[in-house]
């Protein structure tokens, strides 16, 4: 054997490079992902913040569903006025609401400053659904909408509400379902202002 052929015993393993690191290098990337990690966490609490507020929305959703199964039964006829008045209610206010209300709040008077409430604070807010009548209601629910509603939307809840059994018996299917269809429309894509 010729002593300058080398033999596999003395083959050594070649080493492998060190890993490369998935951490950014420089600051401007540090930047970039502090920027996205921001980003994330104010689109989850905002839309947190809108599942949240939309509570009402998915409670009234639900009842509604559970209405409209019902729908040849008197008494859920009846509450589909009354659940459209209470989504009403539940809305957040507007800003014009929002300041109505407060300018509701009573004001304490102190020693230094002899302040009274104004007469404003003993008359509801001028948007308040709870006090609307027919053509009010009527406007108010087309203003909070996305789609027309029809024109006579407004007297239709006010038949279910206040006319007799026997006439609200007489309804066509039809109509009743045309009613619960357009009032799971209003409550699902009706405009809160923010």
Known sequence: ??????????LKEMALPT??????QTWGWWALLAIFVLAVLLVSARRYWQWRRDRYRREALARLAEL?????DLNAL???????KRVALSMPPSSSVGASLLAMAPVQSTSNLK?????RASSPPQES??????ADWQAYLQRHSKQPL???FSQQLALLAYAPDATLRDLPNEQRQALFNTCKTWVERHHVAA
């Open 1 to 10: 054997m010729n002593p300058n052929i080398p033999s596999i015993d003395q």
């Open 68 to 72: 409209q199964q019902r729908s040849n």
């Open 150 to 152: 029809p024109a006579d």
């Open 115 to 119: 302040v009274t409430t104004s007469s």
């Open 129 to 134: 659904p709870a006090a609307l009548g027919t």
């Open 78 to 84: 009846r509450e589909l006025p009354e659940l459209l």
């Open 19 to 24: 890993p490369v690191s998935y951490a950014p």
